[in-house]
């Protein structure tokens, strides 16, 4: 069955960086695409990044781009040059297909949040 396993949160100052990774077995689907959400306080689920399965396309979210890379090899969140307003739960999951998307309604697969939090 498919599992899903996220990790590297933590506590960093403004400015810092983290990786967070997401584990993966059991890729119920041959084409697919990784996707990364963030829900901060008192706000609605986001999407952060997506990438391909098979091409590694990727898409970001405005405010995520420059700063946040992921990658399918690895399937990474790299977040550069963080900002209290990055700090949230960041979910890793998995959708059907390979096109990337950052809309939550097409991933099927969800792992737990890794709570990220950036002080000033």
């Known amino acids: 069955d498919v599992q899903l396993q996220a990790s590297g949160g933590g506590l960093v100052q403004a400015g810092g960086s983290l990786r967070l990774s997401c584990a993966a077995s059991?890729?119920?689907?041959?084409?697919?695409?990784i996707g990364w959400f963030r829900r901060a306080p008192e706000k609605e689920l986001e999407g952060v990044s997506s990438?391909?399965?098979?091409d590694e396309s990727t898409v970001y979210a405005d405010s995520r781009e420059g700063r946040f890379s992921s990658a399918k090899s690895t399937v990474y969140l790299q977040m550069n040059n963080l900002k209290p307003e990055d700090t949230a739960v960041y979910y890793c999951?998995?959708?059907?297909?390979?096109?990337?998307?950052?809309?939550?309604?097409?991933?099927?697969?969800w792992g737990q949040g890794t709570q990220v939090t950036v002080s000033s």
């Open positions: 999951a998995i959708k059907r297909g390979r096109n990337p998307y950052l809309g939550q309604d097409e991933y099927d697969y």
């Open positions: 059991g890729y119920p689907f041959d084409e697919y695409a």
């Open positions: 990438v391909s399965s098979k």
